[in-house]
């Protein structure tokens, strides 16, 4: 699974490419500006992501309300590819996002050490289990969007120096990566599914864009 990780982010680097040809931002400019400009970028397709996940869980609050699970568990995955395309630009490869041996170890891991439960969540004891799924993931969600908002802080520094040296977003991209984790976690995602599902989700947008052109 280690291999099977590091080849997923070695196939969204490819399928994803960071340079002048894509963005003309890039012309001219130091490699540190290129990790910048690409996390605030992958940033905001993130937010897009998010904010499309948002729209699918947010109708459970209503009665009747229902979630389309075929479109949040795409959407998962597409949260997964982005994270890690980001996580790579920023000197992230598999062996510092895995702990253990494999990724279904750091599932089970961030799921112990980073628990949603009533135990903890006071607020979801005597809450029905089919409710009780949805209060999880809306929680994972939240924490999600919380280290996004810290990484938003950091990225709007570089409009108030031209000093780079500074940029370290390390810290809130493993955070949105835990988080990602939990909500794939909880939605019923193993390891090897969320990897193959990933997988697929880049090779469909290859085959969008090569119709599109």
């Known amino acids: 699974m280690h291999r099977e990780l590091q080849n997923l982010i070695e196939e969204i680097a490819n399928s994803w490419p960071i340079n002048d040809d894509v963005y003309p931002e890039l012309k001219d400019k130091k490699l540190g500006c290129r990790s910048l400009f690409a996390s605030e970028h992958i940033q905001l397709h993130l937010c897009g992501t998010m904010g499309k996940i948002a729209s699918i869980i947010e109708p459970k609050d209503h009665a009747g309300g229902i979630v389309n699970r075929f479109q949040l568990t795409r959407l998962i995955a597409k949260s997964f590819v982005e994270i890690l395309r980001m996580a790579e630009i920023n000197g992230f490869d598999a062996s510092s996002l895995i702990l253990g041996e494999d990724l279904q170890g750091t599932m089970n891991f961030w799921s112990e050490k980073a628990p949603i439960t009533p135990e903890i969540y006071i607020a979801l004891k005597n809450i029905e289990q089919d409710n009780l799924k949805h209060k999880e993931f809306l929680i994972a969600f939240n924490r999600a969007r919380q280290a996004m908002g810290d990484l938003d802080r950091i990225l709007e520094m ?55 052109d």
């Open 158 to 212: 570089r409009y108030v120096t031209n000093n780079i040296t500074w940029f370290n977003a390390k810290q809130p991209i493993l955070n949105i990566f835990i988080a990602i984790l939990r909500m794939a976690d909880i939605h019923g995602y193993n390891a090897q599914t969320l990897i193959e599902t990933s997988s697929e989700k880049i090779y469909l947008s290859k085959r969008k864009a090569t119709r599109d």
